[in-house]
């Protein structure tokens, strides 16, 4: 007879790569894992602060900025083959499109290429998408130490420290003509996603649809109306983001 803890045995490799659905009891906003990864983030970025006289110029500057944009493209394609090797790939929901997908790739780059062009886009997205997600993530009910819910936060998390990084470290300002940028960029994709999300069937950007999980698009009004919501929040947040370097001018 198998003996009764044999039968309630998970094997490792399920634990931190099994496939949907998600074991229950699942992931909980603000629960300890989340707050956890949270707070340790924030210490992340806080050493930036600390140490950052000591990394700029030096060689480990260039070996950060090279290590997060690896990580960064590394976590995505990470995320790809583990939707691919449990079936669940599908064009309107694995791509890159999500507003924090771009941003993976554009932090990545900007990383690689100390490029002060994308830090002009990707500053206000990060503080005003990225960070957002770290508050609310949707690691469709994997906990930790799970793939899935790892993926989340080092893609949010990497997207949000790459841009302090960039200001804290590297120096680099945003201007209000980087946030005119910014918000020109943004509305362009989001008319693009529009688009293909209609001939897709696809929702990126939440824009067709809310989420599935809570998040602040909860409190916006129903659909069409929460776009114009989200229109406004975006101005607003990113000029939240904006007004400490206007002020330090």
């Known amino acids: ?55 700029r110029g030096t060689p480990l500057d260039a070996a950060l900025r090279v290590l997060m944009a690896s990580l960064l493209l590394a976590n995505e394609l990470g995320l790809s083959l583990w939707r691919i090797r449990h079936r669940v790939w599908d064009v309107r929901t694995s791509l890159p499109l999500h507003l924090c997908g771009v941003s993976v790739v554009l932090a990545a780059v900007m990383l690689y290429a100390d490029s002060y062009v994308i830090f002009e886009l990707t500053y206000f997205w990060a503080m005003g ?53 910014s918000m020109a960029v943004l509305n362009a994709w989001g008319a693009a996603m529009l688009l293909f999300n209609r001939a897709t069937g696809s929702n990126y950007g939440f824009l067709c649809r809310k989420p599935d999980t809570p998040t602040l698009f909860d409190v916006l009004g129903p659909w069409p109306w929460y776009l114009a919501s989200l229109e406004a929040i975006a101005w607003a947040l990113s000029f939240l983001f904006l007004l400490p370097f206007l002020l330090g001018a």
């Open 1 to 55: 007879m198998t003996p009764p803890s044999a039968e309630i045995r998970i094997p490792c490799r399920t634990i931190l790569f099994g496939g949907p659905p998600a074991p229950k009891p699942g992931f909980r906003i603000l629960g300890a894992s989340h707050l956890l990864t949270v707070a340790l983030l924030v210490v992340l970025n806080v050493l930036l602060v600390v140490f950052r006289a000591g990394i």
């Open 129 to 181: 998408g990225a960070l957002q997600g770290l508050l609310t993530p949707d690691v469709e009910g994997f906990d930790a130490p799970h793939f899935r819910f790892a993926t989340t936060f080092v893609s949010h998390g990497l997207i949000v420290t790459a841009n302090l990084y960039m200001v804290i470290v590297a120096g680099m300002r945003p201007t209000f003509s980087s946030y005119l940028k």
